[in-house]
């Protein structure tokens, strides 16, 4: 079966420090994997979408980036975390030509 | 701009009976349609989807209806437990990549 690994689970950064929140997946290859956040409050707004190794699309303009090293690995980074990067953020993935989506535990990141 | 909303913050329901949640979208391109269930602290966790070729789906105490034409789609929990006390969010898709989410739906079950 597949599993999806997010990690840290929590984790407390002040303004100006750089980000790095890794996702890998097993159980399947050739993913699409996601990077999602969700705000106190609100739905889930989707950051990244990737269908392949170095293939990343960016859906917001923001201070994050997202890589793909290898199949099953997704990383999110920041160089300089703002205020406004405090949420929770889930990575996912999906089959190829699957609709529906499996998310990981999440990182509750807050920047202080 | 917001194109699946879910405009019912919070339900509370007895244990026992019907929890009906609902869902508008504005996109008529999306032709599928998934309700995720959310813990606090966790990630959602996939639980029905109905496709835009149908009206109905259900599986086991969940049903999803969906209704084209008014662009409006619902889920009934039938009983309602106490562990379905969660937050619910409607999401839908036109090309399988990109989930539109609502912004969720809190549900109490009391017992």
């Known amino acids: 079966s597949q599993t999806i690994h997010q990690w840290p689970a929590t984790l407390v950064q002040p303004v100006g420090s750089p980000l790095s929140l890794e996702c890998t997946v097993e159980?399947?290859?050739?993913?699409?994997l996601y990077w999602y956040r969700q705000a106190a409050g609100r739905g889930l707004q989707l950051l990244f979408y990737s269908v392949g190794i170095g293939q990343i699309s960016s859906e917001v303009p923001q201070n994050l980036s997202a890589s793909r090293p290898q199949d099953r690995q997704f990383i999110l980074s920041s160089k300089k975390l703002l205020l406004s990067d405090s949420g929770f953020y889930l990575c996912a993935w999906s089959s190829r030509g699957g609709y529906e989506q499996y998310f990981g535990p999440g990182t509750r990141l807050t920047v202080t | 701009d917001q194109q699946v909303k879910q405009n019912s913050p919070s339900l509370s329901v007895q244990e026992g009976r019907i929890s009906i949640l609902n869902c508008d979208y504005t996109?008529?391109?999306?032709?599928?349609f998934l309700w995720y269930k959310k813990y606090p602290a966790e990630g959602p966790t996939f639980l029905i989807s109905?496709?835009?070729?149908?009206d109905k789906n259900e599986d086991g105490r969940f049903t999803v209806f969906l209704n084209k034409s008014a662009k409006h789609l619902s889920l009934h929990i039938v009983p309602s437990q106490p562990g379905d006390s969660a937050v619910y969010f409607c999401a839908a898709t036109s090309w399988g990549y990109k989930l539109s989410f609502g912004a969720g739906t809190t549900v109490t079950v009391r017992a």
């Open positions: 159980g399947t290859s050739n993913p699409n």
């Open positions: 996109n008529s391109m999306f032709d599928y």
């Open positions: 109905i496709s835009s070729i149908k």
